[in-house]
């Protein structure tokens, strides 16, 4: 069974960006816009770039093995969705390459610890929980 329901992931499965947190050595935030897909085999989010191997979030998850990810939207007049993930986050050196060919190999799969979505079930208005 998986940790996102239907909805979720169909909500998923219909945006391009979001965006991944990470905390720095420093202590402090990093929050960058990135491509992400649901990955139903490993009931995880993957992370790609198209320098992934080099850039801070992947450092911070070495580093840290945590990480967050935030998918959302708003629909009009004024129907904002989303949905966050946090989790444990490990670097994958393959698997990128899935996302197109201008993507490195390397990914950041986030599996989920932590899921709070809003506005994605027209029943609920906001759900949090611990997966």
Do not use: C
């Not at 995880?44 to 850039?55: C, K, L, N, P």
């Not at 986050?89 to 599996?111: Q, S, Y």
Request: proline share 6%.
């Amino acid at each position: 069974m998986s940790a996102f329901t239907d909805l979720e992931i169909e909500y998923m499965a219909g945006q391009r960006l979001g965006r991944i947190a990470t905390v720095g050595a420093d202590g402090q935030p990093h929050v960058v816009p990135t491509s992400f897909r649901y990955n139903a085999d490993e009931d995880a989010i993957d992370v790609a770039g198209m320098r992934m191997s080099q850039t801070k979030k992947t450092r911070d998850v070495r580093r840290t093995g945590r990480a967050s990810i935030v998918i959302d939207d708003v629909l009009p007049p004024w129907q904002p969705r989303m949905i966050e993930i946090r989790g444990t986050a490990e670097v994958l050196p393959a698997g990128g390459k899935a996302f197109g060919d201008n993507f490195e190999d390397t990914i950041v799969r986030i599996r989920p610890a932590r899921i709070v979505a809003f506005g994605i079930d027209p029943g609920d208005s906001a759900n949090a929980r611990s997966v």
